[in-house]
C-alpha cells in the first residue's frame, strides 16, 4: 500500500493544482491519460488489453477469453420517459455483447451492477431483469453475478466475458490496404429513431393528458434505438462458412468514428462512397421529416450495433450478399493525407471527420464538412 | 427478440400495478427475486452462479476463473469530502480483489466503468486511476479495459476476473460442524474509522475555516476505512502451506452477517464467543469515545474485507498462528433452533441476527439482543 497515509490528507485535496475540464481533452483523450497512469501491461497470456472493444486473454495454448464493460446511465444514455424498462434490461446486455461480438468471440457470461434510485419499485427491477432475461436467451448467455445499490439515478453496469479460438478472433487493427469496407444492416435508423421519441417527449409534455402520438410510422426506428439486438448471427454465420474479416469492429460511436478507428489501429487510410451507405426507407423518411441529411445520421448517429468489416474483395463470396452492404475499401495511408474520404452523392470527394458524439461535449454535433 | 413491440409502449409503464419499495423486501429479497427472474442457469461450463462471492466458470479440465463486480457510488458508499480519490481507486479495486480472494482464487484482470460529474477534473480522474495502479501493483493484476461515461455522480463500477485450480476453489457452502470458525486480522475498524470521518466532517462544516482537527489517535482506523486491502497475502500463506479452509467469506457486510452466510449455504449453525473477537486497541479506544459498544462494530460495522473461515482445529496447525483468530465453532442446526448464538463476555449465550447495514433500509442500524 502505497498510498500516501490517508489521516494526513488534506482537506482540499486537489485545490492547489491547475484543474482541466474533461470536455477539453475528450473520451478519447481521457482514455489516453488512463493508459498512461496505468502504464504497459506485463502480464504474459494478456493478448490485448485497452486497444479494442474486449480485452483478450488466453485461458489455454488455443483458446482465448474476451471482456468487456459498459454503462447504461440514466439522464446520460436513456430517458424513462420513453425507455421501456424491459429494453432496457435487455439493451444493456446488448450493448456489451456487440462489443464481444465484434472480437468474433462468442459471449457467455455477465455480470450486473445496477444502481436503483428510490423511485424505482421491485416491480421495475423485476421488469429490467426480464428484458436481462432475454437477452440471455437471445444470446445464448448466463448472467452469473451482480451488485445491487442505492443510487441517485438508476444506472446499469454490465460485464461480459465471451469466449474464442485465440486465432478466430479478429482486431480492429487487421485491416489492409485493397480491403472493402463493409456494414451489416443498415445505419442511421437508431439516431433517427431518438429524435421521434425526444420529439415525442417534447409533445406530450406540451400537451393535453389525452394526447396520443401515432408513433407506427416509426416503429422500425424507434425499436433499432430502443432495443437494437447485437449481431451475433452475422458472426456464426461467418464462423459456419469458414470467413474471417481482417478488421472489425461494432458500430456504437457512428460509422465515421469506427472507420477512423480501424485506420488508426491499422495504419490505413479509407475511402468511402456516399450512395453505398445502407440506410432504411424509415430512417430516411424520419430524416425528411426534420428537414435534416440522412447521411448524417448514417455516419454519426451512433449506437446502431451493426458490425463494420474489412475484407479482400474475394473472399466476401462467402458470404450471404443480402446481409452486408460494401460502403467502400481500404487505401494507402500517407501522413501528409486525411485518413478518411468520402465521395459525396454528388461527387464531390472530401474528407471525412470522425465526428460522432462525444459525451463530455455537449458542443458537439454531427456536422459534414 | 421477444421484447413487445417498443412503438407501442404505453405512456405510463408501470402504473397500473402495485408498486413495492425496495426497502420492504431488502437488499437479499431482491437478490431473490432476480435470481427467480433470470431462472437456473443451464451452462455446463458454469459452477457456481449467483450464489458466493464470485461466479465461478471452467476454463479447461482443471482449472476455474471466477468472476465479481462491485460499483462504489458518490453519496452511496463514499463521500468526496473525506474520500482522497487515489484510496477510493484502491478501495473501488480492493473490494472486487477481496471477493476474488474469497474463493480462494487469484486475481487477474479488471475492468473499470467509472462515471464522471461535471466537478470532477482530468487531474482527479488521474488521482483515482492513480489509486487503482496502485492496487494493481499490489495484487500483481491487470486493467484490461473500461468504460468512461458523463453522470450526475462520481461512481466506480469495477469487474474482476481471478483464476484458481477448480479443487483450490473454496465456496461458502463448505462449513462442516466441528470446524472452527476463524477471522484473519481484526475486526470493527473500518466503522470506527468511518464514525471519526463522519464527525470530523460535521465539525468541518459547523467550524471556522481554519479548523485542523487532530486525526492523529485514529490513523490506523481511518485508514482501515479509506484504503482497506484485501487479504491476498492470507490466501497466498495458505497455498504455500498446502492448508485449504472448508468455507470461506470476506467481510463486506459485518462479522455477523458473513457467519450467518455461510451457515445458510451450509445448513449449519454457529457458535460465537465475544470475547474471542480480535479488536485493535484504536477501534476500541474510538468506540469509547463515542461511548458505544465496540463488540456492536466488530459484530455489524462491516467494510473490514477480512475473511472468515471455518478449519477443523488441527488443521489450523498449518497457519501462522499470528494471522487469524478463532472466534466460534460451526455446530448442528435443528431448523428449531437460532442460526448463530453468541456468548456474550458476561456469560450469557444469546441469538444473534444478521444486522449489519441494508443499503435500501436507512432504519436499520447495529443492533444486539
Same mark, same amino acid.
Given at each position: 500500500m502505497n498510498a500516501q497515509d490517508p489521516s494526513q490528507q488534506p482537506r482540499s485535496q486537489q485545490s492547489s493544482s491547475p484543474q482541466t475540464a474533461l470536455a477539453e481533452i475528450g473520451e478519447f483523450g481521457l482514455i489516453a491519460m488512463m493508459r498512461d497512469t496505468l502504464g504497459d501491461p506485463t502480464d504474459?497470456?494478456?493478448?490485448?488489453?485497452?486497444?479494442?472493444?474486449a480485452a483478450v486473454y488466453r485461458v489455454d495454448d488455443e483458446r482465448v477469453h474476451v471482456l468487456t464493460t459498459d454503462t447504461l446511465i440514466e439522464g446520460v444514455h436513456f430517458d424513462r420517459a420513453f425507455m421501456p424498462l424491459e429494453h432496457l434490461g435487455f439493451k444493456a446486455l446488448s450493448v456489451n455483447v456487440s462489443d464481444v461480438v465484434a472480437m468474433n468471440a462468442t459471449p457467455r457470461y455477465a455480470t450486473v451492477s445496477i444502481g436503483i434510485p428510490q423511485n424505482v419499485s421491485v416491480e421495475m427491477v423485476t421488469t429490467i431483469y426480464e428484458g436481462l432475461k432475454q437477452a440471455c436467451d437471445a444470446y445464448d448467455m448466463t448472467i452469473v453475478g451482480g451488485d445491487t445499490n442505492a443510487a441517485h439515478g438508476l444506472s446499469l453496469s454490465v460485464s461480459v466475458v465471451g469466449a474464442a479460438a485465440e486465432a478466430a478472433v479478429v482486431y480492429r487493427s487487421g485491416a489492409q490496404v485493397g480491403d472493402k469496407i463493409c456494414v451489416t444492416g443498415d445505419i442511421g435508423s437508431s439516431y433517427a429513431g431518438l429524435k421521434v421519441l425526444l420529439r415525442n417527449r417534447k409533445r406530450l409534455q406540451e400537451q393535453e393528458e389525452d394526447f396520443e402520438p401515432n408513433l407506427d410510422p416509426f416503429s422500425y426506428v424507434i425499436r433499432r434505438h430502443l432495443a437494437p439486438p447485437a449481431q451475433l448471427k452475422r458472426t456464426r454465420e461467418w464462423a459456419d462458412a469458414g470467413a474471417r474479416p481482417h478488421a472489425l469492429i461494432d458500430i456504437s460511436d457512428g460509422l465515421s468514428a469506427e472507420v477512423h478507428h480501424i485506420c488508426e489501429a491499422s495504419g490505413v487510410g479509407a475511402q468511402l462512397y456516399e450512395p453505398a451507405l445502407p440506410i432504411d426507407p424509415e430512417t430516411r423518411n424520419t430524416a425528411t421529416e426534420f428537414g435534416e441529411d440522412v447521411t448524417v445520421y448514417a455516419l454519426f448517429g451512433g449506437e446502431d450495433y451493426e458490425l463494420v468489416f474489412t475484407m479482400p474483395e474475394d473472399a466476401l463470396?462467402?458470404?450471404?450478399?443480402? #446481409?452486408?452492404?460494401?460502403v467502400g475499401e481500404v487505401t494507402e495511408r500517407d501522413? #501528409?493525407?486525411?485518413?478518411v474520404m468520402i465521395q459525396r452523392a454528388h461527387g464531390e470527394n472530401v474528407p471525412l471527420q470522425p465526428g460522432g458524439f462525444d459525451?463530455?461535449?455537449? #458542443?458537439?454535433s454531427p456536422g459534414m464538412p
Open positions: 504474459d497470456a494478456l493478448v490485448s488489453g485497452i486497444a479494442d472493444d463470396d462467402a458470404l450471404d450478399p443480402q #446481409t452486408y452492404s460494401v501522413e #501528409t493525407d486525411e485518413e459525451h463530455f461535449d455537449d #458542443t458537439s
